[in-house]
Nanobody, 128 residues
Framework: QVHLVESGGGSVQAGGSLRLSCAASRYPYNVYCLGWFRQAPGKEREEVAAIYTGGGKEAYTDSVKGRFTISQDNAKNTLYLQMNSLKPEDTAMYYC?????????????????????WGQGTQVTVSS
């Protein structure tokens, strides 16, 4: 029933920036986590960033720390991922996701198992 739609993907040169958006028809959980995953061809899907809807410390995979910022606009039911200083290795299909809140080391985290809803994905391609 929950519909997540990503947008903002595209092709950029290394060092460039993109902002991904994920519009949700509704947020289905009273307490929940929102996040972004990515999957490159031939590789496993990995969690990129996650945020608790109630606030707190965001979580990021090490490879994007300092470059990516996850944020949300509750009034618009929209999740964002600001991606700066993009690298070719960031090339992947990016998915937004929502799931019940699970806290690890003080941050809300998502996993393939915990995610209840996935977006369709938006492609990010970073060229060198």
């Amino acid at each position: 029933q929950v519909h997540l739609v990503e947008s903002g993907g595209g092709s950029v040169q290394a060092g460039g920036s993109l902002r991904l958006s994920c519009a949700a028809s509704r947020y289905p959980y009273n307490v929940y986590c929102l996040g972004w995953f990515r999957q490159a061809p031939g590789k496993e899907r990995e969690e990129v960033a996650a945020i608790y809807t109630g606030g707190g410390k965001e979580a990021y995979t090490d490879s994007v720390k300092g470059r990516f910022t996850i944020s949300q606009d509750n009034a618009k039911n929209t999740l964002y991922l600001q991606m700066n200083s993009l690298k070719p290795e960031d090339t992947a299909m990016y998915y937004c996701a929502a799931g019940p809140a699970v806290f690890v080391a003080g941050s809300c985290r998502l996993s393939e198992t915990s995610v209840g809803y996935w977006g369709q994905g938006t492609q990010v391609t970073v060229s060198s």
